[in-house]
């Protein structure tokens, strides 16, 4: 059978594309019906139509349910690139004129907003005061997530951890973040804290981060009898809680729980670990007023 090729990309076929990926990210015809403002019977012709263009099929829809085929979740990738592209495209049209206007894109890891240090609150502050047109988008992800989307464009700048750099980013350190191993209140440990050693904490159930960590604190989990994983900081703070598991967290992160006697930090001496926490853009980055702004507005102490 004849492959059918998509011979060029014309604005009704971005409106189809920008109406998948509507779909998708509401989980049905029936929920995208008020954001996009058609019915559901016309949103399925237009699927039908973009199905026809591409030359395969999007999603499968039916008393089934919605689902989104394997090329259909490949082709939602490809349309985030090309959205980012156009966006890119509007800011630097506009940059002729001198207009600070378009949408400016952050990936930020999760539970980082209450470090003290406030470099990207404050940039982003002045941004949003002295350029009201500009629209700030922030996402929350994952290292590698982050990491992928700057590279390809689709965000214009990431706040990561430091663990391994990539050859096509550019990092700049803003904090310096360190961890400790925390129980619950409900755990055994939580009211023998000075008296317990190294060796005792390998008889209790610890969790490992399902996510990148440095060198040195993957040999701390090492000393540790893991039974359990989790995505993110906050799962891990969920483990900690049931007085079950031992767990690593950014000091500042379990802050609230250990003021409130719901946490405490165990061996602080031994079982700890720091991590840089930086900013990273891309280092092929086009000439974006705004990225340059923000750059510029990041005050490092």
Same mark, same amino acid.
């Given at each position: 059978?004849?492959?059918?090729?998509?011979?060029?990309?014309?604005?009704?076929?971005?409106?189809?594309?920008?109406?998948?990926?509507?779909?998708?990210?509401?989980?049905?015809?029936?929920?995208?019906?008020?954001?996009?403002?058609?019915?559901?019977?016309?949103?399925?012709?237009?699927?039908?139509?973009?199905?026809?263009?591409?030359?395969?099929?999007?999603?499968?829809? $039916?008393?089934?349910?919605?689902?989104?085929? &394997? @090329?259909?979740?490949? %082709?939602?990738?490809?349309?985030?690139?090309? =959205?980012? #592209?156009?966006?890119?495209?509007?800011?630097?049209?506009?940059?002729?004129?001198?207009?600070?206007?378009?949408?400016?894109?952050?990936?930020?890891?999760?539970?980082?907003?209450?470090?003290?240090?406030?470099?990207?609150?404050?940039?982003?502050?002045?941004?949003?005061?002295?350029?009201?047109?500009?629209?700030?988008?922030?996402?929350?992800?994952?290292?590698?997530?982050?990491?992928?989307?700057?590279?390809?464009?689709?965000?214009?700048?990431?706040?990561?951890?430091?663990?391994?750099?990539?050859? $096509?980013?550019?990092?700049?350190?803003?904090? &310096? @973040?360190?961890?400790? %191993?925390?129980?619950?209140?409900?755990?055994? =440990?939580? #009211?023998?804290?000075?008296?317990?050693?190294?060796?005792?904490?390998?008889?209790?159930?610890?969790?490992?981060?399902?996510?990148?960590?440095?060198?040195?604190?993957?040999?701390?989990?090492?000393?540790?009898?893991?039974?359990?994983?989790?995505?993110?900081?906050?799962?891990?703070?969920?483990?900690?809680?049931?007085?079950?598991?031992?767990?690593?967290?950014?000091?500042?992160?379990?802050?609230?729980?250990?003021?409130?006697?719901?946490?405490?930090?165990?061996?602080?001496?031994?079982?700890?670990?720091?991590?840089?926490?930086?900013?990273?853009?891309?280092?092929?980055?086009?000439?974006?007023?705004?990225?340059?702004?923000? =750059?510029?507005?990041?005050?490092?102490?």
């Amino acid at each position: 059978m004849k492959v059918k090729k998509l011979q060029q990309v014309t604005n009704p076929d971005i409106k189809l594309l920008k109406i998948f990926k509507t779909v998708c990210e509401c989980g049905s015809f029936t929920a995208a019906e008020s954001l996009i403002g058609i019915s559901r019977s016309a949103i399925s012709l237009h699927m039908s139509d973009l199905e026809e263009r591409v030359g395969f099929r999007l999603c499968q829809r $039916g008393r089934a349910g919605f689902s989104v085929t &394997e @090329e259909g979740q490949e %082709l939602l990738e490809y349309i985030d690139v090309l =959205l980012a #592209s156009i966006d890119d495209f509007r800011v630097q049209v506009n940059q002729i004129h001198n207009k600070f206007k378009g949408e400016f894109n952050i990936g930020i890891i999760n539970n980082l907003v209450t470090i003290s240090n406030e470099h990207i609150t404050d940039a982003l502050r002045q941004l949003s005061n002295e350029h009201p047109d500009v629209k700030i988008n922030i996402s929350m992800s994952t290292l590698s997530d982050i990491e992928s989307k700057v590279l390809d464009g689709r965000i214009h700048i990431g706040v990561i951890p430091f663990v391994t750099p990539l050859k $096509g980013l550019e990092y700049i350190d803003l904090y &310096e @973040e360190n961890s400790y %191993l925390y129980c619950g209140n409900k755990h055994p =440990l939580f #009211s023998k804290k000075h008296l317990i050693s190294l060796n005792e904490l390998k008889k209790y159930k610890a969790i490992m981060p399902n996510y990148n960590l440095p060198s040195d604190a993957i040999h701390l989990h090492q000393l540790l009898n893991t039974k359990a994983s989790a995505t993110d900081r906050e799962g891990i703070a969920f483990l900690i809680l049931t007085g079950n598991f031992l767990g690593f967290l950014p000091d500042h992160y379990a802050k609230k729980w250990v003021s409130e006697s719901q946490m405490v930090s165990l061996l602080e001496s031994e079982m700890t670990y720091s991590t840089k926490i930086c900013l990273i853009t891309k280092k092929t980055k086009s000439n974006n007023m705004i990225l340059k702004y923000f =750059l510029s507005k990041i005050v490092l102490s």
